[in-house]
Structure formats: structure tokens, C-alpha cells
């Protein structure tokens, strides 16, 4: 098959499903463009967003305008100490982030209603991605990977391909899978350093690894520019500080990645990426 070959779902596309998380109007602004470039890659999957109680409905028009399956989810059952330990303050004071920021809006015990998707068992694979990601090119064949896909968390070293990014992932749902997964999130004293993250790489021990490619980290732009091809990237992740955020810290550095946010954002066509600049020929 060729490089970006758009592949059949089969006669049940509705059987398969793309996935993100909303939980406020920050990231309700970023799905907007994840939806919009992934409505440009032609895709026959649903587009299904979850979203919790912090955002409202005028943020999630412009999501269901773009025709998304829209699912309100709580939070987990999860015990007071656990929520403690997870909230924003507490968990950034005992794993704080030394390489990036995360922006104000960012609450740490959202992240773990990713789990609800495990439930959705109306759908036979589901591939979930982050509200700051953009698609680049059609990524269906990602519905043919084994449970537990993901990338790796390389944003700085080599040395990042052992540990998992949770940005984008292929599951299956299960009922079965999601009460054994609230069986072990929640053990005394449990601490999740990068909340999802960090127990879906414990959850599957022999995660699948993708190629780098589907779950591109922004910071590869400038820490690791000779790993940068955009002719090859699938998915492109704006980990840490978001592009839809004004002049953040790292914003001059980023800044054809913001651009290149904010044109799908607005509704433009996806890049050719044929003839875009690696950050090394700049």
C-alpha cells in the first residue's frame, strides 16, 4: 500500500470511531481544528467527542456543526484521596514539569475520562487523539492496529522511544477491560505522575509502538529538528503550551506550527506537505 493510501473500513464504517476529549472551552476550540482537518482527510469513521461538565454548549456548536457525535461523561468513581492526589496543585507540586508548561486550563483529573471510551462498545476499534493535535494526511489505517497502540513520548532524546505518549492510541472497547482498569487506578496510595499517561503505560506493559510519525510532538520542531519530515507526519501534537494560547513562552520557536493551527482552525484546506521547509533547511 502506498505512504497516506486511504484504506476501506469495510461495509460498517459507523463500527469504527475517532475519539477526543473536551473538558472547557480551551480544548473545545482545539477539537474544532482536529475535527476539521480529519473531516479533510476523507474519513468514513465517526468523529465522537466526549466532553465533561466544564464546557457548555456554545462551545460544543461549532463541534456539532461539524456533524460529531457528541457523549457527556463524568468524571470516574474515583475514592477522595485519589482525586486529591491528582489535583492540579497537589500533582504538580509532587511531579512538576520541567521541560514545558502546561497552560492554566489544564486539569490533570480530567485526563483520566479518557477511560470512559472503553465503554463505548457500540464501536468494534476506536483511535483516540488529544484536542491539540491536527491531522496532516488520512490515518484509517490505524483502526488495523492491535490493542494497545501508541507512539512514544520523543520530544527531546532518543532516549524517549521506551516510554508511551497517550496523545494518540488505538483501544477496543470493553466493559470488561474499563472495570478492570478502575480496579487498579484507584489502589491505596496509587499515584499517577502523568495521570493517563503514566497508568496506560503501566495498564499495557506491551504497548504496541507506532511509528513516531502518528503522534508528532511540537517540541521535536527545535530539540530534534533532523527527526522532523513533514512528509511523513501523520499527526501533529501541540504537547505543553497550546497554539491557540497568546504569546506563550515557546510561541517564536513554534511559530509555523501555530500558523499552520490556526489556518486549519479557520477552516482552510491542509497543507501540501511536499512542499513545506523542515526546520533544519530553514
Wanted: net charge neutral.
Amino acid at each position: 500500500m502506498e505512504t497516506g493510501a486511504v484504506i476501506s473500513l469495510g461495509e460498517w464504517p459507523q463500527r469504527y470511531a475517532y475519539i477526543t476529549l473536551v473538558t472547557n472551552a480551551d480544548y473545545a476550540k482545539g477539537a474544532t481544528a482536529l475535527v476539521r482537518s480529519l473531516r479533510l482527510t476523507k474519513t468514513a469513521a465517526n468523529i465522537v467527542v466526549l466532553h465533561t461538565g466544564g464546557v457548555d454548549g456554545i462551545a460544543l456548536a461549532p463541534l456539532a456543526d461539524l456533524g460529531c457525535r457528541l457523549i457527556a461523561v463524568s468524571h470516574l468513581p474515583l475514592s477522595g484521596a485519589f482525586n486529591e492526589r491528582h489535583a492540579r496543585g497537589q500533582l504538580h507540586s509532587a511531579a512538576p514539569f520541567a521541560k514545558g508548561r502546561k497552560p492554566d486550563f489544564h486539569s490533570p483529573l480530567d485526563n483520566f475520562c479518557k477511560l470512559r471510551l472503553w465503554q463505548l462498545t457500540e464501536y468494534e476499534r476506536i483511535v483516540f487523539i488529544d484536542a491539540d493535535a491536527i491531522i496532516l494526511k488520512n490515518i484509517d489505517k490505524l483502526f488495523a492496529y492491535p490493542e494497545f497502540s501508541a507512539a512514544p513520548n520523543v520530544y527531546e532524546t532518543l532516549a524517549d522511544f521506551r516510554r508511551m505518549n497517550s496523545g494518540v492510541f488505538v483501544a477496543r472497547p470493553s466493559e470488561e477491560t474499563f472495570g478492570r482498569m478502575l480496579a487498579m487506578l484507584d489502589q491505596p496510595d496509587a499515584f499517577w505522575r502523568r495521570t493517563d499517561q503514566t497508568f496506560l503505560e503501566a495498564f499495557f506493559p506491551d504497548w504496541h509502538g507506532l511509528p513516531v510519525y502518528f503522534n508528532m510532538l511540537q517540541y521535536v520542531w527545535f530539540t530534534m529538528p533532523a527527526l522532523w519530515d513533514w512528509k511523513s507526519i501523520s499527526v501533529l501534537h501541540y504537547q505543553y503550551e497550546k497554539p491557540w494560547e497568546k504569546d506563550h513562552p515557546k510561541a517564536a520557536r513554534l511559530k509555523p506550527l501555530i500558523d499552520l493551527w490556526h489556518s486549519v482552525h479557520a477552516g482552510n484546506d491542509l497543507p501540501d506537505l511536499a512542499s513545506m521547509m523542515n526546520p533544519e533547511a530553514k
